[in-house]
């Protein structure tokens, strides 16, 4: 099976990652790591998955500027993914629902900017 765009899904999905250990040091500082593992790969799993819809979600266009468009795509698809973890937590972890809308917007903008390299 082929994707419209492999390039843009790999980096997206690879800065999701990375994001997701970003994630994990953040808020293992703030909750603790001692007795909170599954949450944590949980929370990384979320900017895993993140990263994959936003790299299959290239050709959606929102707005006609290209810029604008990656902040509110990325906004758009950060806010819808990490609800799950804001309702996991019962709507305790806020820092991290808000995090994840900002990251959405850093692995749109940079799946957009170097997949079309």
């Known amino acids: 099976m082929k994707f419209p765009n492999q390039k843009r899904i790999t980096i997206s999905v690879l800065t999701g990652a990375f994001l997701g250990i970003l994630c ?8 603790g790591f001692n007795g909170n593992i599954v949450y944590l790969i949980g929370m990384w799993y979320n900017r895993v998955i993140m ?8 050709e959606i266009v929102l707005l006609e ?7 509110l795509r990325g906004a758009i698809i950060g806010l819808v993914v990490t609800t799950g973890i804001l309702l996991s937590t019962s709507f305790k972890d806020i820092p991290s629902f808000f995090a994840g809308i900002v990251y959405g917007i850093i692995i749109d ?8 390299v």
């Open 65 to 71: 500027k290209r810029t604008n468009n990656t902040i």
């Open 24 to 31: 994990i040091i953040g808020v293992g500082t703030r909750i």
């Open 51 to 58: 990263g994959l819809l936003i790299g299959l979600s290239g």
């Open 109 to 116: 903008y940079v799946s957009t900017k170097y997949s079309s």
